[in-house]
């Protein structure tokens, strides 16, 4: 079993920055590609950012440029860096690996 731990989110205001971590448990983590989505009020689940094993990185085109995904394998965790911060980047944002999901964390961003 793999736990996913998300780091608090919180409001910025619009043009600024906010780093999410998520911190897994279990032995599977360098092993597998990881990712970050996210999910606004009335709308799917949509993928933001992946990184896999190797460290290829793919972003959403409403991300790229502004948001940087990174892993710290040694200690077991994802970061997600965002910059430059849009009201529409507001949304629950979740880490994912493999099949497992994190709780989500809250990014309230106001104009």
């Known amino acids: 079993q793999v736990q996913l731990v998300e780091s608090r989110g919180g409001v910025v205001q619009s043009g600024g920055s906010l780093r999410l971590s998520c911190a897994a448990s279990?032995?599977?983590?360098?092993?597998?590609?990881m990712g970050w989505y996210r999910q606004a009020p009335g709308k799917q689940r949509e993928f933001v950012a992946t990184m896999s094993s190797g460290g290829r990185t793919n972003y959403a085109a409403s991300v790229k440029g502004r948001f940087t995904i990174s892993r710290d394998n040694a200690e077991n965790t994802l970061y997600l860096q965002m910059n430059s911060l849009k009201p529409e980047d507001t949304a629950v944002y979740y880490c994912s690996i493999y099949i497992f999901w994190g709780q989500g964390t809250q990014v309230t961003v106001s104009s």
């Open positions: 279990g032995s599977i983590f360098s092993h597998y590609g």
